[in-house]
DNA sequence: TTATTATTGGAATATATTTTCTAAATTAAG
DNA sequence: CTTAATTTAGAAAATATATTCCAATAATAA
């Protein structure tokens, strides 16, 4: 008599067992099934109360299914919740710890960055708030030229939007430091223009000075960095937070690359209506 | 002083006042904001361990907050947990695709592209033999000097590749074309030496005609381009085949760019075990 | 520097939660 | 209807967890 671990194996448990049990122990199982979270955060009193029975009952039934008490239960109910919940951060951190110290075939190394790449791009979608990426996109189709900011392994997505944007006729300035001339580069942006930022922990001071600057001189600035902690986010007029998963102690590009493409055909869009 | 009731709130709270906390309580604002599932579920020690404080900060942290004590503020973490789980999130979703349809047009975009950047690294996974992975990084760990060359939206990867290679102590060139200078840059090239080159059709003849000079010459060339047509399949070593997904008319670029993350992290390791 | 204030660590305490145990109630069998 | 077996309720005990408190440390100002 070994106690399911997944809340899928529980579940199927609780049903096909339902028939043979006590009274007490049915209405216990019925109240789980229908009430999932509630297993999974109250406590053992706040459940029997709202369940109707005896908090010993709950023992019991937890028992009855082969955990030592209803602690180890519970936790079934718990896991099931996070997985649920927009986290594939766990996932992936989960991924990184393994793998490392696994083999170090290539062939192994992709597959964790695929999984991991596949993992960040399931969270953009819950973490990018639509609203955010409406007002992005509508500072960028308004401003005359766009100037596009980035260091480090940030700067390819830069240099991608260059690109893209020129093929969209919105004209824009790379400000890639070519020749130390990234402040005289800069200084060229004026009312009308706005500003995108790409900068992730550790911020690019480059960067960052440049997003106050701007800022300070009323010229819009949007950015895509990394949480509410990010220096970009508390600097711009609308930040785009990408959590980007690190496997192997490299992180991917995968989603900022992603929400960089995005942008561009939203704003192709955009461009397209107001003309 | 009264405490955020909501998780958005908090996190809001969190991020604006993350200046004027004290050491320790800045450390335990950044662990809660990576961790909200921890914050949310686990116990007092359990998160105190985690996030290298006592237990006792966590008190005072929440009381920094305006909170009792820290089971009240994780009444907040838990709530957030059980709103983003099952099916509320679902229906959200589906609501927000049929009936917003016209109005916010651009996060259905960046589903679309999530949607196909998912399918084309699902697919990566297919069609990447192992042999010529190892084969490529066995030809780019040998080479003196790694020379990368790509053009017009191939070359943010081979931006990252000479970011990322750099950071390996792997000496290599960006073939960039800076003031015209393709040919010039491409010509310092000897035998010792690899080629990496990326191109996509319609592929870049300037890419294409080094890949042949440089075969001709005896030096390897390795390629990242789609399918067995490619003129860079057929001029090169090895070939790297990646199918990336069009939509919306633009091509994703998040399988190539996990591939080429593969390829700098496997090259670590061969260069790691040959030092 | 020294005095003052704020912050921190960690043991001690208070609280809450889980689990055990037993008498009572219920059910099933003869 | 009686008896044995099971199940239950509820209080008591054990455990885990949250919180407080204060001495030690670090930061700040004089």
Redesign the interface.
């Known amino acids: 008599m070994t106690a399911p671990r997944t809340y899928e194996a529980l579940r199927d448990e609780l049903a096909s067992r339902h028939d043979e049990l006590s009274k007490r122990l049915k209405q216990i199982a019925e109240y789980a099934l229908d009430n999932p979270?509630d297993m999974a955060?109250e406590t053992v009193s706040a459940i029997a109360e709202r369940a109707a029975v005896q908090p010993s009952s709950l023992i019991r039934f937890a028992k009855a299914f082969g955990y030592t008490g209803f602690s180890e239960m519970q936790k079934v109910f718990?896991s099931h919740?996070?997985e649920?919940?927009?986290?594939y951060k766990?996932r992936i951190r989960s991924l990184g710890r393994d793998s490392v110290h696994q083999s170090?075939?290539?062939?192994i190394?992709?597959?964790d960055?695929?999984d991991g790449?596949?993992a960040a791009?399931?969270n953009?979608?819950?973490v990018?708030s639509?609203?955010r990426?409406?007002q992005t996109?509508d500072i960028l189709a308004k401003a005359d030229v766009v100037y596009l900011s980035a260091q480090?392994?940030s700067?390819?997505?830069a240099?991608?939007l260059a690109?893209?944007l020129a093929h969209l006729d919105k004209r824009c300035v790379l400000i890639d430091g070519?020749g130390g001339m990234f402040l005289e580069q800069a200084r060229s942006m004026r009312k009308g223009d706005a500003l995108l930022a790409i900068s992730f922990k550790s911020y690019a001071s480059d960067v960052v000075q440049l997003v106050k600057e701007t800022r300070g001189k009323g010229i819009p600035v949007v950015s895509i960095s990394d949480?509410?902690?990010s220096p970009l986010?508390?600097h711009s007029d609308v930040c785009l937070e990408v959590e980007e998963v690190e496997?192997?102690a490299?992180r991917?590009?995968?989603a900022t690359?992603?929400?960089a493409?995005?942008l561009?055909?939203?704003l192709g869009?955009a461009l397209d209506q107001s003309s």
Do not use: K
Not at 84 to 87: C, E, Q
Not at 104 to 107: L, M, Q, T, V, Y
């Open positions: 979270n955060l718990r919740l996070v649920n919940g927009s986290n766990e170090n075939a290539s062939s190394v992709l597959d960055f695929i790449g596949i791009l399931s953009l979608r819950d990018i639509p609203e990426l409406e996109v480090r392994r700067f390819p997505i240099s991608y690109y893209a070519n949480g509410v902690l986010a508390q496997v192997h490299f991917s590009l995968s690359m992603t929400l493409l995005t561009v055909v939203a869009h």
